[in-house]
Nanobody, 121 residues
Framework: QVQLVESGGGLVQAGGFLRLSCAVS???????????MGWFRQAPGKEREFVGT????????DYADSVKGRFTISRDNAKNTVYLQMNTLKPEDTAVYYC???????????WGQGTQVTVSS
């Protein structure tokens, strides 16, 4: 199996920053097969939405328009960990943030348990 564990969530004031981490483990995990790591979020009463994604191989990234220029995804291949650096946070960024491992940038098979991010105005 594959396990994903997010950490780093919390309460922050608008304009502040947080860095989320997602550690991936498990005997079934192979970053050459599951080559993409995505970040998603779900706010209360809303559907889960895509935040961004990164490839393990060359670090190619893609972001939702709503976070471009404010959020940055990076990875540490040696630690099997990806990061979501969130700057200039807004109250509308408040959500549970999930990381996911996928075969492609559109298809994710394994998900973490989520970490709460709350941005106060």
């Amino acid at each position: 199996q594959v396990q994903l564990v997010e950490s780093g969530g919390g309460l922050v004031q608008a304009g502040g920053f947080l860095r989320l981490s997602c550690a991936v483990s498990g005997r079934a995990f192979n970053k050459y097969v599951m080559g993409w790591m995505g970040w998603f979020r779900q706010a209360p009463g809303k559907e889960r939405e895509f935040v961004g994604t990164i490839s393990w191989s060359i670090g190619s990234t893609d972001y939702a328009d709503s976070v471009k220029g404010r959020f940055t995804i990076s990875r540490d291949n040696a630690k099997n960990t990806v990061y979501l650096q969130m700057n200039t946070l807004k109250p509308e960024d408040t959500a549970v943030y999930y990381c996911a491992a996928g075969d492609t940038r559109q298809k994710y098979r394994y998900w973490g348990q989520g970490t709460q991010v709350t941005v106060s105005s």
